[in-house]
C-alpha cells in the first residue's frame, strides 16, 4: 500500500433525475475504496429554457440525488454531488469529469459480488493508464483481476505474455496489486471487441482504459459501447490523463 | 454564474453535497448560426421575392441591402449586451435592466406578439408552398392556404408540446440543405444571368416605380431580418456565449442578406418583376423551373415548405422563451412558466404562441402580418440600441461585456433611428395594429406590472 498518502481515485457515476436508474448496493460497495463525484442530470428538451426547468424540478431533484449520495457517504465513500440541467447529458458528462478530475467514469449495471474483474489491455501504455486505478479499486476487495490482451495476428500468444502482460502485471505489483490475486490471459482473435464482449459475461467489472480523447467518445465508442450493451457488468472507462490537458484548454476559453 | 468552478475538495473535508444547480451550456457556433438563419431564411427567399419586386422591380435589391443594413446596425449593439448579459432572454432583458420595467415590459410582450405575428406569416408561406405542391401533385383537396397553415399552426403547437426529440439537429439538417439548394439556385441562376447558359436577361428599369416604393419594401421585407436576435433569447445555453454571440449574429444577417439580394438579383433578371409579381409567394419556384426544369421547381419547393416551417416553429419556441422571461421577473403571471411534468415542454407558454398564431392565420393578410411583426421588433431593436447607448454613458458595476460594439455612439445610435425610421414606411393598417398593441402592453404593465421591482444587472 504505497499510496496511503495520496487521496484514492475518484469515479463519476451518474445518474438521471427525477427518476434515477437503481445502483445495486454491491456496486456502491465495490466503490467504497474510490472517491466518488455523483452527477445528477436533468434532460431538458429543446422547447424549455433549462433555467426554467431548474425553477421547477431544482428543489425536488436535489433532494433525490442528496438521497442517492447518502448511500455512498453511509458506505464511507467520500462523495460530491453535481446537479446540472442539460440539454445534452453527454456534454454534461463529459465536461464534469474534466472539471473534477475524475479518473474514470462508472456505465452502471447489474452486479451480485464483486469477485473478477475484467481488463482488457490495448498495450503496456494502456496497463501504465490503468494501473493506479486498479491499486486503488481492489485496496480493500478480494475480487481477482484478469488482464486480458487480445493478440493481433502478426504477435503469439507467447509474445503477448513476455512484452504486454508480464510488464503490466509487473506495474500493477508497483502500485501494490497483490500479484496473487492478478491472471494472465493472452488471446488470438480476429476482432478484439467481439473477443472482449465474449470473456466479458463471465465477469462481474470491467475497467477499460479510454481510447479516445473525449469521455463523449468513450460512450458512444466501439469497445466499450459494445461491452456496455452485450453484458450485464458494469463497466468502468479510465479516462485519459493527456485529454484533461486539452479539455481543460477548451474550458478556459470557455470561461 | 452557471458553469460553477470545480470544487477542489480535499479528501480530508467531510461530503457536503453542493446546493448549486447547475446548467449545461450545450449550443456551439454552427447552432447558433442554424438558430439565426433558420429563423430568417423561410421569409426573405421563399415568400417575399414576388411581392417585393411588384412593388420596387429589381431595385427590391436594395430594399433588402437596407434590411440588412438596419439589422447589422442592431445586431452589433445587441451582440455586446448579449456578451455582458449572456442571459437567456434576450432583447427583453437588455431593455428592461437598462431602460426599467415599463419599456422591458412593452419589449417582452412586444417580442412574445411579434414572433406570434411573424409565424402566423410564417405559415401562410408554408400554406401557399404545400397547395402549390399538392397542385403539382395533382392532388385536388378542398382545403384553401389558410386551413393548410391552420392545420400546420396546430400541428406544430402540438408537436412542440409533446415531442422528446429534440429537433435541434433536424433544424441544423434543415438550414444545411436549404444552403445546398439555394448555393446550386443562385450559383446556377448567377451564371444565366451572366449569359454564360445563353439565357437572355429581361431588360428592365432598375426603379420601374420610383424610389419610394424602394423603402416601403424594406420596412414590409423587413421580417427576413427578425431571427438573429433570437439568438440572444438562448444566450443562457451558447457555449462560449463571448466568442459565439456575436459571430452568431453578426455571420446569419450577413449570410441571409445576400442569400436576399442575390434571390432578387436572379429572380427579377431571369423572369423580370412583372411576372415575379404574378406570381406571389412562391414566385421563387418559377424562378427555379426557369433554371433547372422540373427538378429546379421542385427543390424550391421543397426549400420553401422546410424554410417556412423552420421559421414558424423557431419562432414559437422563442415566443415560449419569451414568455418565460417575462414571467420570471413577476410581469406576468407565473402559471405560464408550469412545465409539463410528463413532457418537460412549458405547455402553456407553447399554447399562449400557438393560439394566438391559430387566429391571426383565420385575419390572413400576410403582408399586413409581416408588418405588424416587423413593426414589434423594430420597437425592440431600436430600444435595444438605446439600451447600449444608456448602458455605456453610465455603465453599472457587474457591465462587462466581452465584445464591444465598434464605433459607439455612431452604429447604436443610426441603428435606432433606422429602426424607428422604418416603421414610418410601412402601411397605415400595420402601424395601426402594432401601435395599438404597444399601447396595450404598456397598459398591461400599468395595471398589472407597475409594483414589479427588476433587479439589477449582475455580472
Avoid at chain 1, 208 to 213: A, D, I, N, V
Wanted: aromatic fraction near 6%; charge should be negative; charged fraction near 15%.
Amino acid at each position: 500500500m504505497t499510496d496511503s498518502i495520496l487521496p484514492p481515485s475518484s469515479i463519476l457515476v451518474d445518474v438521471e433525475l427525477p427518476d434515477p436508474k437503481p445502483l445495486p448496493a454491491s456496486l456502491i460497495e465495490a466503490l467504497s475504496p474510490l472517491r466518488v463525484v455523483l452527477l445528477g442530470w436533468f434532460a431538458v428538451p429543446e422547447q424549455t429554457s433549462p433555467a426554467q426547468a431548474r425553477d421547477q424540478f431544482g428543489e425536488e431533484t436535489q433532494a433525490i440525488l442528496d438521497t442517492i449520495a447518502g448511500r455512498f457517504a453511509e458506505a464511507g465513500i467520500e462523495v460530491t454531488t453535481r446537479l446540472v440541467f442539460t440539454g445534452d447529458e453527454l456534454d454534461t458528462i463529459s465536461r464534469i469529469s474534466v472539471e473534477e478530475k475524475c479518473d474514470a467514469v462508472l456505465i452502471p449495471g447489474g452486479m451480485d459480488e464483486l469477485r473478477r474483474v475484467l481488463v482488457p489491455l490495448r498495450g503496456l501504455e494502456n496497463a501504465h493508464q490503468i494501473a493506479p486505478f486498479i491499486a486503488d479499486l481492489c485496496r480493500d476487495a478480494t475480487a481477482t483481476v484478469t488482464l486480458l490482451h487480445v493478440v493481433e495476428e502478426d504477435e503469439t500468444e507467447a509474445d503477448s505474455r513476455t512484452d504486454v502482460l508480464e510488464p503490466a502485471a509487473d506495474r500493477m505489483r508497483d502500485y501494490g496489486v497483490d500479484t496473487g490475486r492478478l491472471e494472465l490471459d493472452a488471446l488470438t482473435a480476429d476482432d478484439p471487441a467481439d473477443a472482449i464482449v465474449d470473456r466479458a459475461a463471465a465477469y462481474d467489472l470491467v475497467v477499460l482504459g479510454e481510447t479516445e480523447p473525449s469521455v463523449r467518445e468513450i460512450l458512444f465508442g466501439t469497445v466499450p459501447e459494445r461491452v456496455v450493451t452485450t453484458t450485464d457488468a458494469p463497466v468502468m472507462v479510465v479516462r485519459h490523463k493527456d485529454a484533461d490537458v486539452d479539455a481543460a484548454e477548451q474550458a478556459t476559453q470557455a470561461a | 454564474m452557471t458553469n460553477s468552478a470545480p470544487q477542489n475538495k480535499t479528501p480530508t473535508e467531510p461530503a457536503a453535497p453542493a446546493e448549486q444547480k447547475e446548467l449545461e451550456r450545450t449550443l456551439g457556433l454552427l447552432p447558433a448560426l442554424a438558430i439565426g438563419t433558420g429563423t430568417m431564411v423561410g421569409a426573405g427567399i421563399f415568400v417575399f421575392p414576388g411581392l417585393a419586386a411588384g412593388r420596387a422591380g429589381p431595385a427590391a435589391m436594395l430594399s433588402f441591402a437596407i434590411g440588412a443594413v438596419i439589422a447589422l446596425l442592431v445586431a452589433l449593439p445587441t451582440s455586446e449586451l448579449a456578451t455582458a448579459m449572456p442571459e437567456s432572454g434576450g432583447g427583453y432583458f437588455f431593455v428592461s435592466r437598462a431602460l426599467g420595467t415599463l419599456l422591458g415590459c412593452m419589449v417582452g410582450i412586444g417580442q412574445w406578439l411579434g414572433l406570434v405575428f411573424a409565424s402566423a406569416f410564417y405559415l401562410m408561406g408554408f400554406g401557399h408552398y404545400l397547395s402549390d405542391l399538392l397542385r403539382e401533385l395533382g392532388i385536388d383537396l378542398p382545403l384553401s392556404v389558410m386551413g393548410l397553415a391552420l392545420g400546420m399552426a396546430i400541428l406544430l403547437t402540438g408537436v412542440s408540446i409533446t415531442g422528446t426529440e429534440n429537433t435541434g439537429d433536424l433544424q441544423n439538417w434543415i438550414v444545411g440543405s436549404l444552403l445546398v439548394i439555394l448555393g446550386g439556385f443562385l450559383g446556377h441562376g448567377g451564371l444565366d444571368v451572366l449569359g454564360v447558359f445563353g439565357q437572355q436577361r429581361v431588360p428592365e428599369a432598375f426603379f420601374p416605380y420610383g424610389t419610394m416604393p424602394v423603402f416601403t419594401t424594406a420596412a414590409l421585407v423587413f421580417t427576413s431580418y427578425l431571427g438573429f436576435v433570437q439568438i440572444a433569447t438562448v444566450a443562457g445555453e451558447i457555449k462560449e456565449p463571448s466568442r459565439t454571440l456575436p459571430r452568431a449574429m453578426i455571420g446569419s444577417v450577413l449570410l441571409v442578406g445576400t442569400l436576399y439580394v442575390l434571390t432578387i438579383f436572379i429572380g427579377t433578371s431571369l423572369l423580370g418583376s412583372e411576372q415575379l409579381s404574378e406570381l406571389g409567394e412562391t414566385a421563387v419556384v418559377n424562378v427555379g423551373r426557369s433554371i433547372a426544369g422540373t427538378f429546379g421547381a421542385a427543390a424550391l419547393l421543397g426549400g420553401g415548405l422546410l424554410a417556412t416551417l423552420s421559421s414558424a416553429n423557431a419562432s414559437i419556441l422563442s415566443a415560449s422563451r419569451s414568455i418565460y422571461a417575462l414571467s420570471r421577473d413577476d410581469l406576468v403571471p407565473s402559471q405560464v412558466e408550469q412545465i409539463n411534468r410528463r413532457f418537460r415542454t412549458p405547455h402553456v407558454a407553447l399554447l399562449l404562441a400557438g393560439g394566438p398564431i391559430v387566429v391571426l392565420i383565420l385575419f390572413g393578410r400576410v403582408e399586413v402580418l409581416a408588418e405588424v411583426a416587423s413593426l414589434l421588433h423594430l420597437f425592440m431593436y431600436g430600444l435595444i440600441c438605446v439600451a447600449l447607448l444608456v448602458l455605456r454613458q453610465s455603465p453599472p458595476a457587474g457591465y462587462q461585456p466581452s465584445f464591444r460594439c465598434p464605433g459607439s455612439p455612431v452604429v447604436p445610435l443610426l441603428g435606432a433611428l433606422t429602426s424607428f425610421g422604418l416603421v414610418a414606411f410601412m402601411n397605415p393598417l400595420s402601424i395601426g395594429i402594432g401601435g395599438g398593441i404597444l399601447i396595450a402592453t404598456a397598459g398591461w404593465y400599468l395595471c398589472y406590472a407597475r409594483t414589479v421591482p427588476i433587479s439589477e444587472i449582475t455580472p
